[in-house]
């Protein structure tokens, strides 16, 4: 029987709440799967400057990097909202995406039927659902290229960013994108502004040569604005889209909130290797922690996208994904996206109803 090792990193807030749910689920879906699963939990965020004065702890980098996949809940809390900036919760994240190489984000948007309402997009549009998947390069680009504040000759302050990417960081971004595509629906959109930029138009170049060694994929090319424009009024056209490291932070963002609900989204962080990094979009909700508020189906969509993108297990990943449908058609709801007729229950109940329906 395959056994796979998953670092599991609850941190603060609803984190450890959530992260509960997830195992409960992994446990069923592996027990009806035949494989094995094995957790090592470290610390990480708030909870972990507490107990060793940093938010990403050596011992819990070595963890997950002698894991096969993590599992991730939530940093922060208002505990720790005045320290300063290096020491901060919020650094572990960024920490551990450099520590483990991941330079791909992955972000779907899906819009479940029965949630429909929660989207702002009109009904027309979002009739049948919606399912894209947003895959942002994570390590590159304007974020990453030399920066500076300086004085031009005639004595002005100016600033400027350099966008950069090399050959190899497209090549790669763009193979996972068509790997992603061959599990879906074979359809990569790649998002740049090739009639402004050089970077664009290179990556752009780099893009359609990797095509080629997918020929079962299909391929087009939007500009970002046009891109933008598109996933508001026939976000139905997308499948996988492939972006750089700007343009995928704002268009993943706004993908998101067209399926209107923080409680229900997922993502995952991968690199080179297998060893991915899966965690809901939200935060640790200090509003609502302890409370058994929170809605646990991000981070159990999170543990869905480990088992299709770190294990290659499609079928059991779909199973949590049609629990996780089932659930919401039978109209229960945690309170953040209780539609009208609604049953409103509570983030541990929630866990055990996917696992009822797996
Ligand atoms: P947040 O996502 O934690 O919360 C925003 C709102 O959404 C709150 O009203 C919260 O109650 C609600 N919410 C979030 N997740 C929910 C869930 N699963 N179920 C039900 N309701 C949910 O964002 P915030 O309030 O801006 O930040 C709170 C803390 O989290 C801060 O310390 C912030 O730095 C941190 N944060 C961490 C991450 C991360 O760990 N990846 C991401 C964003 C923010």
Same mark, same amino acid.
């Given at each position: 029987m395959k056994n796979?090792?998953?670092a599991v990193l609850p941190g603060d807030g609803i +984190?450890?709440?959530?992260?509960?749910?997830?195992?409960?689920?992994?446990?069923?879906?592996?027990?009806?799967?035949?494989?094995?699963?094995?957790y090592y939990y470290a610390d990480i965020g708030g909870i972990a400057i507490d107990k060793t004065g940093?938010?990403?702890?050596?011992?819990?980098?070595?963890?997950?990097?002698?894991?096969?996949?993590?599992?991730? +809940?939530?940093?922060?809390?208002y505990k720790w909202d005045n320290l300063p900036g290096d020491i901060r919760p919020e650094a572990g994240l960024l920490g551990i995406r450099a520590g483990l190489g991941l330079f791909a984000n992955y972000r779907p948007a899906?819009?479940?039927?029965?949630?429909?309402?929660?989207?702002?997009?009109?009904?027309?549009?979002?009739?049948?659902?919606?399912?894209?998947?947003?895959?942002?390069?994570l390590t590159g680009g304007i974020y990453f290229g030399?920066?500076?504040?300086?004085?031009?000759?005639?004595g002005e302050p100016a600033a400027y960013d350099t966008m950069i990417y090399r050959k190899s960081e497209v090549e790669r971004i763009a193979r996972l994108a068509f790997e992603a595509a061959r599990q879906r629906n074979k359809k990569v959109t790649s998002v740049d502004k090739?009639?402004?930029?050089?970077?664009?138009?290179?990556?752009?170049?780099?893009?359609?040569?990797?095509?080629?060694?997918?020929?079962?994929?299909?391929?087009?090319?939007?500009?970002?604005? *046009?891109?933008?424009?598109?996933?508001?009024?026939?976000?139905?056209q997308f499948d996988v889209i492939v972006t750089g490291n700007m343009f995928g932070d704002i268009l993943s963002d706004e993908a998101s909130m067209i399926t209107g609900s923080i409680g229900m989204l997922p993502s995952a962080s991968l690199?080179?290797?297998?060893?991915?990094?899966?965690?809901?979009v939200h935060g640790s909700a200090p509003d609502i922690a302890g409370k058994d508020k929170a809605n646990p189906l991000a981070v159990i969509l999170s543990a869905a996208m480990m088992l299709?993108?770190?294990?290659?297990?499609?079928?059991?990943?779909?199973?949590?994904? *049609?629990?996780?449908?089932?659930?919401?058609?039978?109209?229960?709801?945690? +309170?953040?996206?209780?539609?009208?007729?609604?049953?409103?229950?509570?983030?541990?109940?929630?866990?055990?109803?996917?696992?009822?329906?797996?």
């Open positions: 796979y090792k998953i +984190g450890p709440e959530v992260v509960r749910q997830a195992v409960k689920v992994l446990d069923k879906v592996a027990e009806k799967y035949k494989f094995s699963v094995e940093e938010p990403l702890p050596k011992t819990t980098l070595s963890v997950c990097k002698s894991s096969d996949a993590v599992l991730m +809940g939530a940093v922060g809390g899906v819009i479940y039927k029965p949630l429909r309402d929660a989207s702002p997009l009109k009904d027309r549009i979002t009739e049948n659902g919606l399912d894209i998947l947003i895959l942002r390069e030399d920066k500076k504040r300086i004085v031009t000759e005639d090739a009639y402004v930029l050089e970077v664009s138009r290179f990556w752009r170049e780099i893009v359609i040569n990797v095509s080629k060694e997918y020929p079962d994929v299909a391929l087009n090319h939007l500009y970002v604005d *046009n891109a933008a424009m598109q996933l508001v009024i026939h976000p139905e690199g080179a290797e297998s060893l991915g990094l899966y965690e809901p299709k993108y770190s294990f290659k297990l499609k079928e059991a990943s779909e199973a949590i994904e *049609n629990a996780v449908v089932k659930v919401l058609e039978d109209g229960l709801m945690t +309170g953040d996206i209780a539609t009208e007729n609604a049953v409103v229950i509570g983030c541990e109940q929630m866990g055990d109803e996917v696992v009822k329906r797996l």
